[in-house]
């Protein structure tokens, strides 16, 4: 057994026990809870230290079982405007289900009522349920690596890392197809790379360009 589990474990029950208790979703009994308190209260209860929590509250929020909220606010004092920004932290419906067990209650399949394997095209279902034409497979895995990367990368806001997922999820959703629709990948695939090349992520740029110029 992984020694850190028992304490992912501590954390995620805390988190799950702040949702279950909640009577808003900020403050004193919100369901998200910012770090200094989380710290505090995970070391009164469990006993853990502040680098503990932080480690593996970085592993659980990478996994998708925690997620980060960041709000921005502005302040005008004497004329100044001065940015604030403060990040909470809540459990996912993913971190629900692990302590839980899995609810019937799950995202409805968009592919429900066809018969992939009989629509005649040689596709695969993936791991994490997505499905991809087999021919694209190797690019729909650079696809989800880059949008990992992307994902954690601190120079960009959360609203370019929304904007890029989202991206990258439609170039997905065309290799699903026998021949995607290269106007669409090409354009699309023009406005990631060049927003992405500039952030110190060119090495896994250069593995995806490949596949998508081999694809248009």
Same mark, same amino acid.
């Given at each position: 057994?992984?020694?850190? *589990?028992?304490? &992912?474990? !501590?954390?995620? /029950?805390?988190?799950?026990?702040? =949702? +279950?208790?909640? @009577?808003?979703?900020?403050?004193?009994? $919100?369901?998200?809870?910012?770090?200094? !308190?989380?710290?505090?209260?995970?070391?009164?209860?469990? $006993?853990?230290? /502040?680098?503990? #929590?932080?480690? !593996?509250?970085?592993?659980?929020? *990478? /996994? $998708?079982?925690?997620?980060?909220?960041?709000?921005?606010?502005?302040?005008?004092?004497? $004329? #100044?405007?001065? %940015?604030? &920004?403060?990040?909470?932290?809540?459990?996912?419906?993913?971190?629900?289900?692990?302590?839980?067990?899995?609810?019937?209650?799950? %995202? +409805?399949? &968009?592919?429900?009522?066809?018969?992939?394997? +009989?629509?005649?095209?040689? #596709?695969?279902?993936?791991?994490?349920?997505?499905?991809? =034409?087999?021919?694209?497979?190797?690019?729909? !895995?650079?696809?989800?690596?880059?949008?990992?990367?992307?994902?954690?990368?601190?120079?960009?806001?959360? +609203? /370019?890392?929304?904007?890029? #997922?989202?991206?990258?999820? @439609?170039?997905?959703?065309?290799?699903?197809?026998?021949? %995607? *629709?290269?106007?669409?990948?090409?354009?699309?695939?023009?406005?990631?790379?060049?927003?992405?090349?500039?952030?110190?992520?060119?090495?896994?740029? @250069?593995?995806? @360009? %490949?596949?998508?110029?081999?694809?248009?």
């Amino acid at each position: 057994m992984n020694p850190n *589990d028992e304490i &992912r474990q !501590n954390i995620l /029950q805390y988190f799950y026990d702040r =949702n +279950a208790n909640a @009577t808003s979703k900020y403050g004193k009994k $919100g369901s998200a809870s910012k770090i200094s !308190n989380a710290r505090k209260e995970l070391k009164d209860k469990y $006993g853990l230290k /502040q680098n503990e #929590v932080v480690s !593996n509250l970085n592993y659980l929020i *990478d /996994q $998708g079982w925690i997620k980060e909220i960041i709000i921005e606010k502005h302040i005008e004092r004497s $004329g #100044v405007t001065i %940015p604030s &920004r403060v990040t909470w932290y809540e459990i996912t419906a993913v971190g629900i289900d692990k302590i839980e067990g899995e609810s019937e209650y799950q %995202p +409805a399949d &968009r592919f429900a009522g066809i018969n992939i394997h +009989a629509s005649g095209e040689n #596709v695969i279902t993936l791991g994490d349920g997505n499905i991809v =034409n087999v021919h694209y497979q190797e690019l729909h !895995n650079e696809l989800n690596n880059l949008k990992n990367e992307i994902k954690q990368h601190s120079e960009f806001t959360e +609203a /370019q890392k929304l904007d890029l #997922v989202a991206d990258i999820e @439609t170039i997905k959703d065309q290799l699903i197809k026998s021949k %995607p *629709d290269k106007t669409i990948v090409s354009k699309i695939w023009g406005g990631i790379e060049k927003v992405v090349t500039g952030a110190n992520l060119i090495e896994l740029i @250069t593995k995806v @360009t %490949p596949l998508i110029n081999s694809l248009i």
